[in-house]
């Protein structure tokens, strides 16, 4: 994919596909969104709107780090590392733990983040894949 377009951001097409499994049950949604993404020195980015909040991923090679901006909301995945994150609800914020067990950052190969992690909220502990499919519009 070639980063280039207005002030240096292209159109993208962004597809998000998690699997989360909890106890004994298994979630899976599918998400499409229009964004754009550009490359700094540092990270890869991605930004898009989702139902009015502003999301963006700043992607590394083995760090990624995605934040919701309206709703205030953040998480860390570094690989094979912890990290504290934070997690707004109607109720407040809510901090949790991540483990991430992989990051396979194929963004300048094949346009593809593939994310898996364990997420700790309280006593709740979820097991997570989140797929992310970049598509030049």
Same mark, same amino acid.
């Given at each position: $994919? ?11 097409? %962004?597809?998000?596909?998690? %699997? ?16 754009? $993404? ?7 980015? *991605?930004? !898009? ?15 990624? /780090? ?6 205030? +909301?953040?998480?860390? /995945?570094? +690989?094979?590392?912890?990290? *504290?994150? +934070? !997690? @707004? ?20 190969? @094949?346009?593809?983040?593939? *994310?898996? !992690?364990? *997420?700790? $909220? ?16």
């Amino acid at each position: $994919m070639t980063l280039k377009n207005i002030e240096g951001k292209t159109p993208v097409g %962004i597809t998000i596909e998690s %699997i989360q499994k909890t106890g004994g049950e298994c979630l899976e949604n599918r998400f499409e969104y229009t964004g754009v $993404m550009y490359s700094k020195p540092d990270a890869v980015y *991605l930004v !898009y709107d989702d139902n009015g909040d502003k999301c963006s991923l700043k992607v590394q090679d083995d760090r990624v /780090l995605m934040n919701r901006h309206n709703g205030a +909301s953040r998480l860390e /995945l570094e +690989s094979n590392a912890q990290c *504290l994150s +934070s !997690y @707004q609800t109607s109720c407040g914020t809510l901090e949790v733990v991540t483990r991430t067990s992989r990051i396979d950052n194929k963004i300048s190969r @094949q346009n593809l983040l593939e *994310l898996h !992690y364990e *997420l700790e $909220m309280g006593q709740v502990l979820s097991e997570n894949i989140i797929k992310i499919k970049i598509k030049e519009i």
